[in-house]
């Protein structure tokens, strides 16, 4: 379990054939060291911050955004994603913007507001943000891999071009 807060970009973090107990655990530590406790967790100098839920603890929300899925719209229900959380430890280091090379980073105007994406073309991989209080932090509202239809239409292309003149 401590192997995974070794483990760099774009390396998978190693939670198969663990408990759901050590699962959560390991993953939790990796999400604490990079976002609980993370005091510069910014992005272009903006604080990122979980997003509020009415009852619910903000960064238990987060982390299950980050690492579950849902699997039922009417419910709302979520269950464990091993997609995102193998890619858990990605969120800081595209936030931090240490990948230069095939990176899109653009807001949109969207039905709920703005959201700003960060898209790693080679990996497929995407952060959601949303710009709050007039634009001076960001809330993140979750982080994926596209696969499957969603890879292959490539929903975030489309959303690329109908991007704003700038990022928020």
Do not use: C
Request: proline share 4%.
């Amino acid at each position: 379990m401590p192997l995974n807060l070794l483990k760099t970009y774009n390396a998978l973090l190693d939670i198969n054939g663990m408990s759901p107990q050590q699962r959560n655990t390991s993953l939790k530590g990796v999400f604490d060291r990079d976002i609980t406790t993370n005091q510069n967790f910014k992005f272009r100098a903006k604080q990122i911050t979980p997003t509020p839920k009415d009852g619910q603890i903000p960064m238990e929300t987060l982390f299950a955004h980050l690492t579950t899925v849902v699997v039922d719209y009417k419910t709302k229900k979520r269950e464990f994603d091993i997609y995102r959380s193998q890619r858990l430890h990605w969120v800081k280091y595209h936030i931090t913007e240490k990948k230069v090379d095939n990176m899109l980073y653009f807001s949109v105007k969207e039905p709920e507001g703005i959201r700003t994406y960060i898209y790693d073309k080679d990996e497929k991989y995407v952060i959601v943000l949303e710009p709050k209080h007039n634009n001076t932090i960001y809330y993140l509202l979750t982080a994926y891999h596209l696969r499957g239809k969603d890879a292959k239409r490539n929903k975030i292309l489309k959303k690329y071009k109908r991007r704003l003149a700038e990022t928020i």
